[in-house]
């Protein structure tokens, strides 16, 4: 008891009260782009982005494509001009591709707007099954600490299943390889509807650092349109509660 004790004032409170303002110390997460000017025909900051994230018009940067971007701060390094900073802000989660692009001078993210009919259908309880389509397990290892002490999902009546056959959403991780495609599809045909597909991770989104591999297979994605997109390299696990939270229009307050 005594040492119990002295954990609890050397760490103070672990659980996380209000997971949407939660601002992670030190996590490089949602860019922002100033809107000034770019030097005359600087491609630094493209070119030293290893997945194609951001493209160029004829003022400079016209977007960062956060579903290819793997937060690796090389084009914030390389930018002459400083136009590009990491802030620590985790909402980042997108219900459609076009909201995952960050245009110059787009300070505060587009929230995920509310689906009123995944909210009448699990706005009480959903049950999550994750596929490992081919990922590092870095995904899976932020996907995991959703269940500890610190964001605790489970209070908002969002579980981790083991069986497909109980689950109502699709968790995908990894670009896809096509060793994992006939299982990832056999994961979603076992799933009773209704249902929906959460792509999380650069990886599952774009293909990532591997989306030109012809080791992939990523045709599940093209017949199964995900619902929510939680970009991240890995996403840090404020980024899927923000988005799963808004997406089913779940209060913070329980």
Request: proline content about 8%; charged content about 20%; aromatic content about 6%.
């Amino acid at each position: 008891m005594w040492n119990a004790g002295k954990v609890r004032v050397n760490q103070g409170w672990q659980f996380i009260g209000d997971l949407r303002r939660a601002v992670p110390l030190g996590h490089r997460g949602r860019p922002e782009i100033a809107d000034r000017p770019c030097a005359s025909g600087c491609v630094a900051c493209q070119s030293g982005c290893p997945t194609n994230a951001i493209a160029l018009d004829a003022h400079g940067i016209e977007r960062i494509d956060l579903g290819r971007c793997v937060f690796c701060n090389e084009c914030a390094v390389a930018c002459p001009e400083g136009k590009i900073t990491f802030t620590p802000d985790p909402r980042m989660g997108a219900a459609t591709p076009a909201d995952l692009l960050v245009r110059p001078g787009r300070i505060a993210p587009t929230p995920v707007a509310t689906s009123s009919a995944l909210h009448k259908l699990f706005g009480r309880s959903l049950k999550l099954r994750q596929v490992s389509a081919g990922g590092c397990n870095a995904c899976e290892m932020e996907l995991n600490a959703l269940a500890n002490v610190n964001f605790d999902l489970q209070r908002f009546g969002i579980e981790w299943v083991a069986s497909p056959r109980h689950a109502d959403a699709l968790v995908v991780t990894g670009p896809i390889t096509a060793n994992m495609a006939a299982a990832l599809q056999l994961a979603w045909d076992a799933m009773p509807a209704p249902r929906f597909v959460v792509s999380v991770g650069a990886c599952a989104i774009s293909g990532g650092l591997y989306a030109d591999s012809p080791a992939l297979d990523r045709g599940f994605l093209e017949r199964c349109q995900p619902a929510l997109f939680v970009p991240g390299c890995p996403p840090h696990p404020l980024t899927f509660v923000a988005a799963i939270l808004d997406l089913l229009g779940i209060e913070t307050e329980r």
